[in-house]
């Protein structure tokens, strides 16, 4: 199943003019992770007709060579990410189970024992437990993404097609208070909107965006989000809408995204469906197929503040 037409494709510069957007207009802040930080608030949302190719940056390569110790790609670890959160995945060893390898860091011994958890365990306010165990009044976890895939086929016209990662009780920091999450959410508040012509636009808004490291991945794997949610509704997937609150360049990164702004612009790639499940639950990054990727080099050496 493709989600593109036969055309030729343009090149995209929406990311490029959001590194430009916040060199030029951001503002250098400390940040929690040591390393100041350019930031902007709320610029331009990027937005993606997905018709036009896929939402995977071509500035640098997000499909490297694997070896045999690590046999997934960047772009196929984004994707092993989004559905291991979408079915309630809150460890390390859970997230590897579905092809994600790049929360070691963040999840050590020390960064979890200081909240009261085992290492490995992104803990109670946590991606995985928003999207799929929701703290209720009732007791009954809550499972958004089945709940709101139910609304969207019964009611596809309502605005209220909406899913939230923050369990708001488990975030707080300050002194005498104990933080139930080990990374608080930085993307994934989820807006569906389905037209009368059966076209979904997804809207993801990030509260924090690391725009030369985190934010590409998130790029693909809410653009592949997309494709999922709009075949087990039996709709075209028709737009994907990136917008952020706090978007922001490390002043460490900054030789590597003047990099990047000096490199012309590449056509954008495609993304397949490969026998997709009926089962939403059932999506995995085997069900995703890239193609007509030609990218710049990568950039080796970005650094990533934890």
């Known amino acids: 199943m493709l989600f593109y037409k036969e055309k030729i494709y343009m090149p995209d510069v929406q990311y490029k003019r959001l590194l430009r957007d916040i060199l030029e207009n951001g503002t250098e802040v400390k940040s929690q992770q040591g390393v100041n930080a350019i930031r902007l608030m709320a610029p331009n949302p990027m937005r993606f007709k997905l018709a036009d190719g896929f939402p995977m940056i071509t500035d640098r390569n997000m499909d490297p060579k694997t070896s045999e110790q690590l046999p997934v790609t960047i772009w196929q670890q984004a994707i092993g990410e989004i559905f291991a959160f979408a079915n309630g995945i809150r460890t390390l060893k859970g997230l590897e189970e579905f092809g994600c390898y790049w929360w070691k860091d963040w999840v050590t011994k020390e960064k979890c024992e200081k ?12 991606y995985g437990p928003g999207f799929h165990d929701f703290p209720t009044t009732e007791g009954t976890p809550f499972n958004q993404f089945a709940e709101v895939l139910a609304e969207a086929k019964e009611n596809p016209h309502l605005r209220t097609l909406f899913i939230s990662p923050w369990i708001p009780q488990y975030i707080p920091r300050r002194k005498g208070v104990r933080q139930r999450v080990v990374v608080a959410p930085c993307h994934g508040w989820i807006h569906l909107d389905i037209t009368h012509e059966n076209k979904l636009t997804l809207h993801m808004f990030q509260r924090s965006g690391d725009v030369p490291v985190g934010v590409p991945a998130n790029m693909i794997q809410y653009g592949a989000l997309t494709l999922a949610i709009a075949h ?9 809408v990136h917008s952020f609150s706090n978007a922001h360049i490390f002043v460490d990164q900054i030789d590597a995204v003047e990099k990047i702004l000096s490199r012309e612009p590449i056509d954008l790639p495609q993304m397949e469906l490969k026998n997709p499940p009926d089962d939403f639950f059932s999506f995995r990054r085997e069900h995703f197929t890239l193609l ?12 990533v503040a934890v």
């Open 232 to 240: 087990i509704l039996g709709v075209e997937a028709y737009e994907y």
């Open 115 to 126: 909240r009261g958890y085992q290492a490995g365990d992104l803990a109670d306010g946590s």
């Open 292 to 303: 007509n990727y030609k990218p710049h080099p990568g950039i080796k050496g970005i650094p």
